[in-house]
């Protein structure tokens, strides 16, 4: 039964204009970088390397699929949470706008997989958006620069990894991007269980990602023993496979806290859907 309701609420989203909209935004977007990287793309690159050209000597394709493909991720992946959010925001307090969580009610169903229902259905579109990401920025990209050598610029230095290197490292880094906007769509079906209009959970769940992104960039004491658990602090640690070597232990440590985050929000959004009043 959960199988079956699960499939039903896919459907659902699927049949929300709004979701094409995200993968159409998703896709115009990752578009632009690419035509804008073909147009102008050396010149971005020699302001990158200008500062080390004096003591190295740059040869081969830089500017290849793969550091763009690193390009598109590094700009997009905090803009994506939006996109994620408008879709899944709406999943259980979209029912009581439209007075149907009522009818949800009485079909041979617990409360309790109903949500989980919901929260699977939007792991799945949350899934195939990260996906469709994946596609355009690395296949696409690879398609129109070709392939090489990966630079990156990161506060150790530069780093340069050979190009058999790379491909298992984007594959591991898509799946962690992967559940750091599941914790998105985790959060936003969580308010969703606690409002009765589709704008509210949206709108919360950005003011949310907003207000803990500042307070891991701000330089203030007081915040350091929180920054550690907040869910934004480990939203770009996709990029630690790109170092060299690579810091499993701290990788790790991100999964866990993202998984807990995971956790404790569908608990939370169980419980209060269980206890919710939906007679009025």
Known sequence: MLLKNTYNEF??????PRSYLGIGALTL???LILFAMKADGKSFISFVTASFEQTLSFNGNILNGNLIAFIIL??????????????????????????????????PISRTQIVLSKFIAGA??????????????LIVGKWMFGTGDLIVLNSDG????????????YGLSFGVAYLALLTISTLSICLSAFAENSIGPIVSTMSIIIL???????DVSVFDSIKPFLFTTHMASWRSFF??????????????ILVIHNIVLVLIAVYKFNKKDITS
């Open 74 to 107: 590094q700009m997009l992946i905090v803009h994506i949470p939006l996109l994620v959010s408008l879709v899944t925001g709406d999943l259980i307090s979209g029912e009581a706008a439209m007075g149907t969580i009522r009818m949800m009610a009485t079909k």
């Open 212 to 218: 803990f992104t500042i307070i891991g960039t701000l």
């Open 243 to 256: 170092e060299d070597p690579v810091p499993w232990t701290t990788i790790r440590n991100s999964v866990s």
């Open 124 to 137: 799945v579109y949350t899934f195939i958006l990260t996906l469709w990401l994946g596609f355009l920025a």
């Open 158 to 169: 530069l780093v340069i990894l050979k190009e058999q290197d790379i491909l298992w490292r």
């Open 29 to 31: 977007l990752v578009l």
């Open 11 to 16: 459907i659902k989203i699927l049949a929300k």
